[in-house]
């Protein structure tokens, strides 16, 4: 069965600290691998990867994907508590062509002042 | 606001209740797809559309779930016979079509909180 695995669950760090989050698949028919960002509304889109070793970044996030050992990290640097949410990976499944999504359950990140 | 929009926000209903949810994807979307979140989960795929078709459903999507999207443009997904478990976050998202560059970003709307009572 296809899975998406998050890990940590849940972080808990100072504004400054940097942070690494991790994602792990198996999914049969990858395309591509996205991360969104979750604060108690809608998920909001960060970064599409499909390439490995092609880092991806915006301000202070920045992600990259290995697809032979099948991960993925996302990378915030110089935290804020505004970066406090639930940070979400997904993977495109591409059989059917459907471009369902595949969710991990999330890490839970609050950074306190 | 060209975002996608879900209406209601929020629904309380007693359990064997028929509730109906509606999506609005942005308008030039051809895809469109239904999450189901519970509480600490990542969110869950339910069905699929392009245009007016329903291409794929889950198997989490019982016989009291239906989804319909009439027109290619707003969608509704109705519960019968609600169960308190299916209290959840149900979630919208649209996309663009494959054929536009092979992208597959999806939108996502704010969400129809369901609680069963």
């Known amino acids: 069965e296809d899975k998406v695995v998050q890990s940590p669950l849940s972080l808990v760090v100072h504004e400054g600290d940097t942070v690494t989050l991790n994602c792990s698949y198996e999914?049969?028919?990858?395309?591509?691998l996205l991360w969104y960002k979750q604060e108690k509304k809608a998920p909001t889109f960060l970064f599409m990867l499909?390439?490995?070793?092609i880092e991806k970044k915006s301000g202070r996030l920045s992600s990259i994907l290995d697809k032979k050992e099948l991960f993925s990290i996302l990378n915030i640097t110089a935290t804020q508590t505004g970066d406090s949410a639930v940070y979400l990976c997904?993977?495109?499944?591409?059989?059917?062509?459907?471009?369902?999504?595949?969710f991990g359950q999330g890490t839970t990140l609050q950074v306190k002042p | 606001d060209t975002g996608v929009s879900q209406n209601p926000r929020h629904k309380i209903t007693k359990r064997g209740q028929n509730v109906t949810f509606r999506c609005d994807p942005i308008s030039e979307h051809n895809r469109l797809y239904w999450y189901r979140q519970t509480l600490g989960q990542g969110p869950e795929f339910l069905t699929y559309f392009q245009n007016e078709a329903q291409l794929e459903k889950s198997r989490l999507l019982s016989d009291r779930f239906s989804a319909e999207r009439p027109k290619g443009s707003f969608s509704t997904l109705e519960i019968q016979r609600t169960e308190q478990g299916d209290s959840a976050m149900y979630l919208c998202?649209?996309?663009?079509?494959?054929?536009?560059?092979?992208?597959?970003?999806?939108?996502f709307g704010p969400g129809t909180r369901l609680t069963v009572l």
């Open positions: 499909t390439s490995s070793g």
């Open positions: 997904a993977v495109d499944d591409g059989s059917g062509n459907t471009g369902k999504l595949i």
């Open positions: 998202a649209s996309s663009p079509s494959r054929l536009a560059g092979g992208i597959n970003e999806q939108f």
């Open positions: 999914v049969t028919n990858f395309r591509s």
